[in-house]
């Protein structure tokens, strides 16, 4: 690979879709930018301006995650959004330093998936 690639795009395959968007957007906040009902997926607009995007589609028959499997979103305030989310989400890990100076704490969404939600200082 060339040193000018970047990952562009992530979908998650997620057992229910309507169950997914809800989490995304009500309890992370994230807005929905494109939908494709033919292929029961849509878009979350997390950075889209500068090339990035995050997509779900349903598979109903989707097996549970591995839990090696993570995604990171960077967050502006980990303490407020990390406070906020304490009670609405499955914590795996509060935030904490990690080695590379930023801090990182690890929830879960209703299908399992791991998200990073990093801070950097």
């Known amino acids: 690979m060339r040193n000018d690639t970047t990952l562009c795009f ?3 395959a997620v057992a229910d879709l309507e169950v997914a968007e809800a989490f995304y957007v009500q309890v992370l906040g994230l807005c929905v930018s494109r939908r494709y009902p033919a292929t029961v997926w849509l878009s979350l607009d997390v950075d889209e301006h500068r090339g ?3 997509g779900l589609i349903e598979d109903a028959q989707m097996a549970r995650p591995s839990t090696k499997t993570m995604i990171d979103l960077q967050v502006g305030d980990l ?4 406070e906020r989310l304490a009670t609405l989400v499955e914590v795996v890990e509060p935030p ?4 590379w100076g930023s801090y990182k704490a690890i929830i879960e969404d209703p299908f399992g998936n791991r998200l ?3 801070a950097r200082n």
Request: include cysteine.
């Open 52 to 54: 990035a995007g995050f």
């Open 10 to 12: 992530c979908t998650l």
């Open 79 to 82: 303490g407020e959004v990390f």
């Open 96 to 99: 904490v330093l990690t080695g």
């Open 116 to 118: 990073g939600l990093v």
